[in-house]
């Protein structure tokens, strides 16, 4: 088993930034990838953005030149810098751990970011 602890979420106002933190424990091996996903009420979860363990990273649209991930796979740590925040990135940010194991696909407990206009 995995456990994957995020923390970082808050209020912030449009235009600010916000850093989130998600570090992974437990039977950490075999890392293939960690991100981020986030969710508002009546939709389905998106992609924010994710890193490989060869340090590719991709994200979604409507994040590309405002939010970076970065982070340590063999630290089993990962961050999220969100900048030029909108109020249209409100949600619940889930962090994300694909491991080459049995059922390898674990999910934090999420942390919430609002964004005010």
């Known amino acids: 088993q995995v456990q994957l602890v995020e923390s970082g979420g808050g209020l912030v106002q449009a235009g600010g930034s916000l850093r989130l933190s998600c570090a992974a424990s437990?039977?950490?091996?075999?890392?293939?990838?960690m991100g981020w996903y986030r969710q508002v009420p009546g939709k389905q979860r998106e992609l924010v953005a994710r890193?490989?363990?060869?340090?590719?990273?991709n994200y979604a649209d409507s994040v590309k030149g405002r939010f970076t991930i970065s982070g340590d796979i063999a630290k089993n740590t990962v961050f999220l810098q969100m900048n030029s925040l909108e109020p249209e990135d409100t949600a619940v940010y889930y962090c994300?751990?694909?491991?080459?194991?049995?059922?390898?696909?674990?999910w934090g407990q999420g942390t919430q970011v609002t964004v005010s206009s």
């Open positions: 890193i490989f363990s060869g340090g590719d990273t």
């Open positions: 994300n751990a694909l491991l080459l194991q049995r059922n390898g696909n674990y």
């Open positions: 437990g039977s950490v091996f075999g890392f293939i990838a």
